[in-house]
Nanobody
Framework: QVQLVESGGGLVQPGGSLRLSCAAS????????MNWYRQTPGKQRELVAT???????NYAASVKGRFTISRDNAENTVYLQMNSLKPEDTAVYYC??????????WGQGTQVTVSS
């Protein structure tokens, strides 16, 4: 059973930056597409960023140009660098591993709050 553990969330002022990390318990990046989702109360979970096994990246329109997804294969860790944060980025952020279009594993989530 693969475990995903997120870290790096917290409280930041508008315009600030945070970097989220997702550590996988095994080397899975050659098999699974890695995703970052976010969710706010009462809303569906939203796909924020994706990095494929081949290293291609994709972003939601709302974060394009501000967020960057990357990975360190040696450390089995995926990152989400978030810059120019806005209050509407406030959410619980989840790391996800997907095999083709099927979600396989989820992390426990990390809270990001953007507020002055």
């Amino acid at each position: 059973q693969v475990q995903l553990v997120e870290s790096g969330g917290g409280l930041v002022q508008p315009g600030g930056s945070l970097r989220l990390s997702c550590a996988a318990s095994e080397s899975i990046f050659s098999i699974y597409t890695m995703n970052w989702y976010r969710q706010t109360p009462g809303k569906q979970r939203e796909l924020v960023a994706t990095i494929t096994t081949g290293g291609r990246t994709n972003y939601a329109a709302s974060v394009k140009g501000r967020f960057t997804i990357s990975r360190d294969n040696a450390e089995n860790t995926v990152y989400l660098q978030m810059n120019s944060l806005k209050p509407e980025d406030t959410a619980v952020y989840y790391c996800n591993a997907a095999y083709y279009s099927a979600s396989a594993y989820w992390g426990q989530g990390t809270q990001v709050t953007v507020s002055s």
